[in-house]
């Protein structure tokens, strides 16, 4: 029965797929209208998003972000969209994306460049706003993972909002309560790969604690994947998330047998160093062949800025909900992860 279970969501994420997919051929001269789905990058002259799977590179200005609604024409040229024209945009004027932009725009006002960015991308995954020439430090170093919203935001999101929900209600309302926290976060944060996976994850769970049934992670790794795919088959072909998945599976794989052979490593370093070390047994070879090159210093960079990963990530969080009511309050806190800020930055300049 199993075995008829996952032939059957295979044959159906292979049929979404194809039936899914574009139909463009090079040369054919398109009209796309879609809405972003995730942030754009922003160049020096320019900012990089993709449409209906084409990557596509738009003026720097009028400035397009998550959310936003866009009307584009040009000329497909393998897997690109040549000579891009944005015909119409509007921006998305949901309350949800309110909020983000709103918090984006606090970080800008409070911290300089590029403390605010980074704080920006590791608590919401916006990256629109990190300079160029440190985002191109980030992918040389092998950190530009660290500053886009991750599983580690999911499980720092569900672990806040549990603890703080159970002092209140049951157990089962306090699940139910975090679940919608946490896919509230998601949406804020982009619906990255990354954070799709983690909080599809997050709400298995949820859902088996709940009803009382065992928890098994590679379970869940595995049904995760095959639900993406089935809700939006294109991600098959998406760098963030064949790299997510894999490097999940490598964690899960190595991490605990990694973290036993250094055990010589002082603590505060340990903990990122075998997270770090585990993820690029998976990742390393599909960065080499992809860009054909891989920092072997990556673990070593890794394990020096991801142990204030976290305290930027609550610290950002929690400025940027109170700056919605105080924006001095807000600025006050979020100045309190500015040396966290100031020593990734150093480290990220240091070896990049």
Same mark, same amino acid.
């Given at each position: =029965? ?22 463009? +051929? ?22 990089? &998003?993709t ?8 003026p ?10 866009v ?14 024209k &944005? ?10 994306? %309110?909020?983000?932009n ?6 800008? %006002? ?5 403390? +605010?960015?980074?704080i920006?991308?590791?608590t ?26 991750s599983? =580690? ?5 569900a ?14 309302? #306090?699940?139910?309560? #975090? ?8 949406? &804020? ?6 954070i799709?996976?983690?909080?599809i ?5 949820f ?9 098994? #992670?590679?379970?869940a790794?595995?049904?995760?994947? #095959?639900? =993406?795919?089935?809700i ?10 064949? &790299?997510?998945?894999? +490097?999940?599976?490598?964690? =899960? ?7 036993n ?12 160093l ?18 054909g ?21 609550i ?7 109170i700056?919605?009511? +105080? ?9 309190l ?10 480290i990220? %300049?240091?070896?990049?």
């Amino acid at each position: =029965m199993r075995l008829l279970f996952w032939f059957f969501i295979i044959t159906l994420i292979i049929c979404r797929f194809v039936v899914t997919r574009p139909n463009f +051929s090079d040369g054919d001269k398109v009209r796309i209208t879609t809405r972003v789905s995730s942030e754009p990058i922003k160049y020096e002259t320019s900012q990089g &998003l993709t449409v209906a799977g084409l990557k596509t590179y738009l003026p720097k200005f009028p400035e397009i972000n998550y959310g936003d609604n866009v009307v584009v024409e040009g000329v497909v040229d393998d897997g690109k969209l040549e000579d891009p024209k &944005l015909i119409d945009f509007k921006n998305n004027t949901g309350a949800l994306y %309110k909020i983000r932009n709103k918090i984006i725009e606090i970080y800008r %006002k409070s911290l300089p460049e590029p403390h +605010s960015s980074l704080i920006a991308g590791v608590t919401l995954g916006s990256k629109a706003s990190l300079p160029q020439a440190f985002w191109e430090a980030l992918k040389k170093t092998g950190t530009a993972h660290v500053v886009v919203a991750s599983g =580690m935001n999911i499980t720092l999101v569900a672990s806040f909002l549990i603890g703080a929900l159970v002092l209140l209600f049951s157990r089962r309302k #306090a699940v139910i309560l #975090a679940l919608i926290g946490v896919w509230i976060y998601s949406f &804020l944060s982009g619906f990255d790969a990354p954070i799709v996976r983690a909080a599809i994850m997050g709400s298995i769970a949820f859902i088996a604690q709940g009803l009382g049934r065992l928890y098994v #992670a590679t379970r869940a790794l595995f049904l995760s994947a #095959a639900l =993406m795919l089935i809700i939006k088959p294109d991600w098959l072909t998406d760098l963030g998330f064949i &790299l997510s998945f894999v +490097s999940t599976t490598s964690l =899960m794989l190595f991490e605990r047998k990694i973290t036993n052979l250094i055990r010589f490593v002082p603590g505060i370093f340990r903990e990122g160093l075998s997270t770090s070390l585990a993820a690029q047994i998976g990742v390393a070879p599909i960065l080499f062949v992809t860009f054909g090159q891989f920092n072997p210093l990556s673990p070593i960079i890794n394990a020096l800025v991801l142990w204030v990963v976290a305290p930027m990530t609550i610290i950002g969080g929690i400025a940027g909900i109170i700056s919605l009511i +105080s924006f001095t309050l807000g600025k006050t806190i979020l100045l309190l992860s500015f040396p966290l800020t100031t020593w990734f930055i150093w480290i990220i %300049k240091a070896f990049g």
